[in-house]
Nanobody
Framework: QVQMVESGGGLVQAGGSLRLSCVVSGGIFSMRDMGWYRQAPGKQREFVASITSAGSTNYADSVKGRFTISRDNAKSTVFLQMNSLKSEDTAVYYC???????????WGQGTQVTVSS
């Protein structure tokens, strides 16, 4: 049973920074492709950033240059450093994990990020 626990969300003023963490337990973290998604009220969940097991990264256009995804395989943790936050970044942020050889996808419970203008 895989467990994914996000932390680091909160309330921040526009222009500020937050660092989200997602700890994964119950599986082989280093083999997982990891990602962050977000869902704002009344909107569909959308892709934010991803990092493959090999370390390749990808970002949504809306966060390029402001957000950085990284991983620490020794700690089974993926991070999302968010800088220059805007009010439109307000959402619940979800950690996503894909174990491709097993065809398995898992989600965390989400952490709220609120950016005040």
């Amino acid at each position: 049973q895989v467990q994914m626990v996000e932390s680091g969300g909160g309330l921040v003023q526009a222009g500020g920074s937050l660092r989200l963490s997602c700890v994964v337990s119950g599986g082989i973290f280093s083999m997982r492709d990891m990602g962050w998604y977000r869902q704002a009220p009344g909107k569909q969940r959308e892709f934010v950033a991803s990092i493959t097991s090999a370390g390749s990264t990808n970002y949504a256009d809306s966060v390029k240059g402001r957000f950085t995804i990284s991983r620490d395989n020794a700690k089974s943790t993926v991070f999302l450093q968010m800088n220059s936050l805007k009010s439109e970044d307000t959402a619940v942020y979800y950690c996503n994990s894909i174990l491709r050889f097993a065809g398995r996808e898992d989600w965390g419970q989400g952490t709220q990020v609120t950016v005040s203008s």
